[in-house]
């Protein structure tokens, strides 16, 4: 006889691997003709813009530029300060065996080191190291059956599981335009350094398409045609439209956002300003949370049964939880006594993490550089190292979940005392994502492997001692009577709570040999 059986579709959607890989993006530069030779190189920055990622089998391509700005004390008597602008282009594959085409991958490429070589007065040597995150998921289309419809005594061992459902993904790229005002008393002779963030991305569903906000935060330190350093800093905002057919407020919407190309450059003079252009790539993957209750177990007491089980790790639940820390420090920097703090720059990484059931525990560096001015009008910069440690409860309770922590500057003060120490003060957030996944057990393929069910010795009452292990579901289903039955004759109000050693009276058990998936229940 043919089993009939009801079945759904559900999409699930599941973390497949994760790496993290260090590259190093070299390259030997020219001073231009234009500008003086160099002889030291005072301050070195830059920002990473993504041009392209392909996933393929069994690896990541990644194409884009580290676009970096160079501070250097020339070798001239007319000029104390000079700048110069390079791109380090690189093109990286990063080799991942689970990867397949058609998997979505969330990459990160960040900035953990740069340095600057003088080979000679005329070349320079720039070297980025960049941390590279990927994360690898997919999207798995299964049937699952919701019902068996032609077997009147089926028992079924039901479990509900929360999955998050895809509901679609989608990008759009953002172009974004500005003009930075500078003082009128300034004549702007080269950028010295341009710093981009993205920073406040949010969203807002409606009509079937997701709208993505975020800030473009800018600062850019430039050189005048007198020899004096100044800062601009300004907010662009960036707002891009991403269709997605059946998306709703309900679903759980996940927004990345790379800065694909940065254009930076002073406007004519007479208009004391700078122009910037930014191109953004907004991506989102939308996600329904369902919960579904799956059979794990089946038989019937009058039908020898078999079938077929499978094991899907799915993405269940995500958590975010936000931490906020200050770390202080003091540094002393001699020449600042009659001098000018011009910048900051903070680099804050993490180092080590450790997970444990009830916290995550993190040790980081910060590095902060300070550029400077002394009593000569002379730039020079120092690095200062702070380390720190923070720690978060884990709300999954799981030492092996997977976590994403993102740390973003959200304050920073510099007080200089006139012996030349820097009080600093730095406030952080921590932004962490936890992200449990879940085995779940998908059963299919059930069929009557036999006609005999009805054949063999029955016996209308028998006393079974518990055993370690046992549940009353593996009881009743072993001697072919039902967990209700078991539950009714002996008075037990809840079928999960049995004892080692508890006598059962099982009524109208029948012994029956063991029958490959059958008789295994998942553990």
């Given at each position: 006889?043919?089993?009939?059986?009801?079945?759904?579709?559900?999409?699930?959607?599941?973390?497949?691997?994760?790496?993290?890989?260090?590259?190093?993006?070299e390259?030997?530069?020219?001073?231009?003709?234009?500008?003086?030779?160099?002889?030291?190189?005072?301050?070195?920055?830059g920002?990473?813009?993504?041009?392209?990622?392909?996933?393929?089998?069994?690896?990541?391509?990644?194409?884009?530029?580290?676009?970096?700005?160079?501070?250097?004390?020339?070798?001239?008597?007319?000029?104390?300060?000079?700048?110069?602008?390079?791109?380090?282009?690189?093109?990286?594959?990063?080799?991942?065996s689970?990867?397949?085409?058609?998997?979505?991958?969330?990459i990160?490429?960040?900035?953990?080191?740069?340095?600057?070589?003088?080979?000679?007065?005329?070349?320079?040597?720039?070297?980025?190291?960049?941390?590279?995150?990927?994360?690898?998921?997919?999207?798995?289309?299964?049937?699952?059956?919701?019902?068996?419809?032609?077997?009147?005594?089926?028992?079924?061992l039901?479990?509900?599981?929360?999955?998050?459902?895809?509901?679609?993904?989608?990008?759009?790229?953002?172009?974004?335009k500005?003009?930075?005002?500078?003082?009128?008393?300034?004549?702007?002779?080269?950028?010295?350094?341009?710093?981009?963030?993205?920073?406040?991305?949010?969203?807002?569903?409606?009509?079937?398409?997701?709208?993505?906000?975020?800030?473009?935060?800018?600062?850019?330190?430039?050189?005048t045609?007198?020899?004096?350093?100044?800062?601009?800093?300004?907010?662009?905002?960036?707002?891009?439209?991403?269709?997605?057919?059946?998306?709703?407020?309900?679903?759980?919407?996940?927004?990345?956002?790379?800065?694909?190309?940065?254009?930076?450059?002073?406007?004519?003079?007479?208009?004391?300003?700078?122009y910037?252009?930014?191109?953004?790539?907004?991506?989102?993957?939308?996600?329904?949370?369902?919960?579904?209750?799956?059979?794990?177990?089946?038989?019937?007491?009058?039908?020898?049964?078999?079938?077929?089980?499978?094991?899907?790790?799915?993405?269940?639940?995500?958590i975010?939880?936000?931490?906020?820390?200050?770390?202080?420090?003091?540094?002393?920097?001699?020449?600042?006594?009659?001098?000018?703090?011009?910048?900051?720059?903070?680099?804050?990484?993490?180092?080590?993490?450790?997970?444990?059931?009830?916290?995550?525990?993190?040790?980081?560096?910060?590095?902060?550089?300070?550029?400077?001015?002394?009593?000569?009008?002379?730039?020079?910069?120092?690095?200062?190292?702070?380390?720190?440690?923070?720690?978060?409860?884990?709300?999954?309770?799981?030492?092996?979940?997977?976590?994403?922590t993102?740390?973003?500057?959200?304050?920073?003060?510099?007080?200089?005392?006139?012996?030349?120490?820097?009080d600093?003060?730095?406030?952080?957030?921590?932004?962490?994502?936890?992200?449990?996944?879940?085995?779940?057990?998908?059963?299919?393929?059930?069929?009557?492997?036999?006609?005999?069910?009805?054949?063999?010795?029955?016996?209308?009452?028998?006393?079974?001692?518990?055993?370690?292990g046992?549940?009353l579901?593996?009881?009743?289903?072993?001697?072919?009577?039902?967990?209700?039955?078991?539950?009714?004759?002996?008075?037990?109000?809840?079928?999960?709570?049995?004892?080692?050693?508890?006598?059962?009276?099982?009524?109208k058990?029948?012994?029956?040999?063991?029958?490959?998936?059958?008789?295994?229940?998942?553990?």
């Amino acid at each position: 006889m043919d089993i009939d059986v009801s079945k759904e579709q559900i999409s699930v959607n599941k973390m497949v691997c994760e790496k993290k890989e260090i590259v190093f993006v070299e390259e030997d530069m020219i001073v231009p003709d234009s500008k003086p030779d160099i002889l030291n190189a005072i301050n070195l920055s830059g920002n990473v813009c993504i041009y392209k990622k392909e996933i393929t089998e069994e690896k990541v391509k990644i194409d884009g530029c580290v676009n970096t700005y160079i501070m250097y004390l020339p070798d001239s008597n007319e000029d104390n300060l000079r700048g110069l602008n390079a791109k380090l282009e690189f093109s990286q594959a990063v080799a991942i065996s689970e990867c397949k085409e058609g998997m979505q991958a969330q990459i990160s490429v960040e900035i953990k080191d740069l340095e600057c070589k003088v080979l000679n007065g005329r070349k320079i040597n720039v070297r980025a190291g960049l941390e590279m995150k990927i994360k690898i998921y997919s999207n798995e289309e299964i049937e699952i059956i919701s019902g068996i419809n032609n077997i009147d005594d089926i028992q079924t061992l039901d479990k509900s599981f929360e999955v998050n459902s895809l509901v679609g993904n989608g990008s759009a790229r953002v172009y974004v335009k500005d003009t930075l005002n500078i003082d009128q008393n300034d004549e702007i002779a080269e950028i010295l350094k341009a710093e981009v963030n993205l920073e406040d991305c949010d969203i807002k569903i409606s009509y079937n398409k997701i709208l993505s906000k975020c800030e473009a935060n800018v600062k850019i330190m430039y050189l005048t045609e007198d020899n004096r350093v100044n800062t601009v800093k300004g907010k662009i905002p960036a707002v891009g439209f991403i269709d997605m057919p059946n998306v709703s407020e309900e679903n759980i919407c996940e927004i990345n956002n790379e800065i694909n190309n940065i254009i930076v450059r002073p406007n004519v003079s007479e208009e004391h300003s700078i122009y910037v252009e930014i191109e953004i790539e907004t991506s989102c993957t939308a996600y329904e949370k369902r919960e579904i209750a799956l059979i794990q177990d089946l038989y019937s007491p009058s039908q020898n049964l078999d079938f077929t089980q499978k094991r899907i790790n799915t993405s269940a639940n995500k958590i975010k939880k936000i931490k906020n820390f200050s770390i202080t420090s003091k540094t002393n920097i001699p020449d600042l006594v009659d001098g000018n703090l011009l910048d900051v720059e903070v680099l804050c990484a993490i180092n080590k993490e450790q997970k444990t059931k009830s916290k995550i525990l993190y040790e980081g560096e910060m590095t902060v550089n300070f550029i400077f001015s002394n009593n000569n009008g002379n730039v020079n910069s120092k690095v200062s190292k702070i380390p720190f440690e923070f720690s978060i409860e884990n709300p999954s309770e799981d030492e092996n979940v997977n976590i994403e922590t993102k740390l973003n500057i959200i304050g920073k003060n510099f007080d200089v005392k006139s012996n030349g120490d820097v009080d600093c003060t730095i406030d952080v957030e921590a932004s962490i994502e936890f992200i449990q996944n879940t085995n779940i057990n998908i059963i299919d393929d059930i069929k009557i492997v036999d006609d005999d069910a009805d054949s063999g010795d029955y016996d209308s009452l028998i006393i079974y001692i518990v055993q370690k292990g046992d549940s009353l579901w593996k009881i009743a289903k072993s001697h072919r009577s039902t967990v209700d039955d078991i539950a009714r004759v002996n008075g037990i109000e809840d079928p999960n709570l049995i004892q080692v050693g508890q006598k059962i009276y099982i009524p109208k058990f029948r012994n029956v040999s063991k029958r490959g998936n059958a008789d295994a229940v998942p553990a």
